[in-house]
């Protein structure tokens, strides 16, 4: 089952294109990560999905539901975080956790107990009859999570969900999201790759109102391991520089010297032959090996060779 | 308008919470309870002062009068609170994001305006009730007898027209997300619309009439204008139509 599909789906403020024909599909169950710098097109894609942007054209299916004006049904299958959430201050956070519940038309005995399981799941119980005025951004953003679950939506939208959390808070909400995915599909936009790492099943990067790819987080870094090698020797390593220099599907063979040590890195023109063929010539060689290290890149630099490049690999 | 029960009740309890029921009442009620009080002691008010040196003449004050004044200064006052209770209710949700937390719920734009403009009536009819039976007790016990049934539809017309100030800034609070904008529209039209209003056979038409109607009937006169109230209502209800389409057309 599909949760959410997208058609061509685009967004333009008179020039400027802040989503170009976005087309995806997110399978049920699994998080997605929507990642993308910093104006991207990630939030204007969350508004579009969540019926509170309408799309210059195409078109966007969540949950069964096609994305339109005011579509009731949607709304009561899907739940958002928004980047920054905002309460009424004057409401407690149970106050506001039942204000949810009725528009849902929970009876009133479900209410108390979804609420009473929500504010413990993020640790607001006690917090929860006090004004959410005085409540920190922290609390916010956990009281922001727990109102998007009040529905167990099919569809869970969350714009930054950890944008605003110290170190406990985001592993406690990282946790949440992991656990979730057994129920609900989440649609995660973000920048904060380390994230993504953690509790993405599947990552789609945004540039410019553009998708750039869709991957699964293992795809990925395997579609963009490095072809490069590094190999540290005990002896002085440069007679084998100049073996490497010699062979045809190798490039860039040199000594850089990292944290004092010196380290032989050569580029493969062809990995999967530099994969079996070096190790044999440095057998050959005849050297004491004390590393040898296929580069393999953090999400961080897959992304930024993935938005500098800007192009489908 | 499906949702319109939670939000409702939300409207009610944050007219309550945040004090504006009792910053509205209380303002009502002041002028209710002082209009005739003012009426009935001035001459004694100008003698504790000292005077002026002058004998000034002041005839006494009729029952009828002394609601006409209430009525008056309720109309100007309402006016002014109507556009700023409303000129935030929906700029301020938009801009601040709880309107994206509340309609990302199953509940139609419909509702969650009409619930806006039915709390805030509700506020004001709740203080123009009681301000107005405080009006009409002072002013039979310490002024003269009045009419109650003249009174009582005075005040039905002051309340329309008030809805009608609310509808009519609700409208621009949902075109702007700036409530400075929408109050300062909002009240530029209404201030236009009463200028409006005072222009022989043309004004018959504005919703500023109503109150002159409502002067009319407390004195006792057979004035009526009907295509006012009627004009009254249709805004009312275009007004309340266009907010919730802005909404639904754009971007919250």
């Given at each position: ?15 400027i294109k ?65 980047d920054?959430p905002a ?25 108390k ?32 999570i ?98 490497l ?58 992304f ?10 | ?47 504790l ?56 719920k ?35 016990w310490?002024?003269g ?105 754009r971007?919250?």
């Open positions: 089952m599909t949760a959410i599909r997208t058609e061509n789906l685009s967004k333009y403020y008179g020039p802040a989503l170009d024909n976005l087309n995806l599909e997110v399978p049920d169950n699994v998080v997605f990560g929507f990642l993308g710098p910093n104006g991207a097109g990630k939030t204007t894609t969350v508004k579009l999905l969540t019926g509170f942007s309408q799309p210059t054209h195409g078109r966007a299916e969540v949950a069964g539901e096609t994305v339109g004006e005011s579509n009731l049904k949607l709304q009561s299958k899907i739940g958002l975080l928004p920054v309460f009424y201050e004057w409401m407690t956070g149970r106050d506001f956790l039942r204000f949810i519940g009725e528009i849902y038309q929970l009876p009133a005995a479900d209410i107990k979804r609420s009473d399981e929500l504010l413990e799941l993020v640790d607001l119980e006690k917090a929860g009859s006090r004004r959410i005025g005085g409540y920190s951004r922290g609390m916010r953003q956990r009281l922001g727990i109102q998007a679950l009040m529905n167990n939506p099919r569809v869970l939208f969350m714009d930054e969900p950890t944008s605003a959390l110290d170190p406990i808070g985001r592993r406690e909400v990282l946790e949440l999201i992991a656990h979730l995915k057994e129920s609900a599909t989440i649609f995660m936009s973000t920048h904060i790759l380390s994230d993504v790492e953690r509790v993405c099943d599947m990552v789609g990067v945004i540039d410019k109102g553009r998708l750039i790819t869709v991957s699964t987080v293992v795809e990925l870094r395997k579609k963009y391991t490095r072809s490069v090698f590094e190999i540290e020797f005990i002896e002085n390593s440069k007679p084998f520089l100049e073996t220099k010699k062979i045809h599907w190798l490039a860039e063979p040199a000594i850089v010297v990292e944290s004092g040590t010196p380290v032989l890195r050569v580029r493969a023109l062809d990995v999967d032959r530099a994969r079996k063929e070096l190790p044999k010539l440095i057998a050959l060689s005849g050297l004491t090996l004390t590393r040898y290290e296929m580069g393999a890149p953090s999400l961080e630099e897959i930024m060779e993935i938005v500098s490049n800007g192009d489908k690999r | 308008m499906i949702g319109i029960f939670p939000l409702l009740k939300k409207e009610l309890m944050e007219q309550l919470r945040t004090y504006k029921l009792l910053i509205v009442g209380v303002i009502f009620l002041f002028f209710g309870i002082t209009t005739p009080l003012t009426l009935k002691y001035l001459p004694e008010i100008i003698e002062a000292g005077g002026s040196g002058f004998e000034i003449a002041i005839p006494p004050p009729t029952g009828v009068q002394s609601l006409q004044e209430y009525a008056g200064t309720v109309g100007q006052i309402g006016v002014l609170l109507a556009v700023l209770m409303a000129m935030g209710s929906i700029a301020n949700e938009r801009k601040n994001g709880t309107a994206v937390i509340t309609l990302s199953p509940v139609s734009r419909a509702a969650f305006v009409n619930a806006k403009i039915i709390g805030t009536t509700l506020t004001f009819l709740a203080s123009l009730f009681a301000a107005s039976l405080f009006c009409y007790g002072y002013t039979v310490l002024i007898d009045a009419d109650l049934l003249a009174f009582i539809g005075n005040n039905l017309l002051i309340a329309l027209f008030l809805i009608f100030c609310l509808a009519i800034t609700l409208l621009f609070s949902s075109v702007f997300r700036s409530s400075l904008a929408a109050g300062g529209i909002s009240l530029g039209l209404l201030i236009g619309q009463a200028g409006l209003s005072a222009i022989p056979r043309i004004g018959d038409f504005f919703p500023g009439k109503l109150l002159s109607w409502g002067n009319s009937l407390l004195m006792g006169e057979s004035n009526n204008y009907w295509a006012a109230l009627i004009i009254t209502v249709i805004s009312i209800i275009t007004c309340l139509y266009f907010s919730q389409r802005f909404l639904s057309h971007d919250i």
